[in-house]
Nanobody, 122 residues
Framework: QVQLVEAGGGLVQPGGSLRLSCAAE????????MGWYRQAPGNQRELVAS???????YRAPSVKGRNAISRDNAENTVLLQIDNLKPEDTAVYYC????????????????WGEGTLVTVSS
């Protein structure tokens, strides 16, 4: 069984920064992509940023230029930082990981964290 444990989030003032971390715990062969989605009230879940196991990144246009994503393959962790926060960044942020099991190295299963609320408000 794999668990994703998220940390960070909370209330942040406009213009401030947030830093979210996510650690994959359990027994598995490897992790392909890791990243973060977010979902604001009344909106669909959207991909914020992702990173492959060789460090290729994707960043959504809504956060491009003011965010960074990184990962530590040895620790199975992914970090997301967003600077210059805006009220429209308010959402529940979900970590995900595409995990490859020991029993089947040809496929992966996507695991999700429970989500952490980020509120951008003065």
């Amino acid at each position: 069984q794999v668990q994703l444990v998220e940390a960070g989030g909370g209330l942040v003032q406009p213009g401030g920064s947030l830093r979210l971390s996510c650690a994959a715990e359990g027994s598995f062969r490897s992790i392909n992509d890791m990243g973060w989605y977010r979902q604001a009230p009344g909106n669909q879940r959207e991909l914020v940023a992702s990173i492959t196991n060789i460090g290729i990144t994707y960043r959504a246009p809504s956060v491009k230029g003011r965010n960074a994503i990184s990962r530590d393959n040895a620790e199975n962790t992914v970090l997301l930082q967003i600077d210059n926060l805006k009220p429209e960044d308010t959402a529940v942020y979900y970590c995900y990981a595409d995990v490859v099991s020991y029993s089947d190295s040809n496929t992966y299963r996507t695991y999700w964290g429970e989500g952490t609320l980020v509120t951008v408000s003065s």
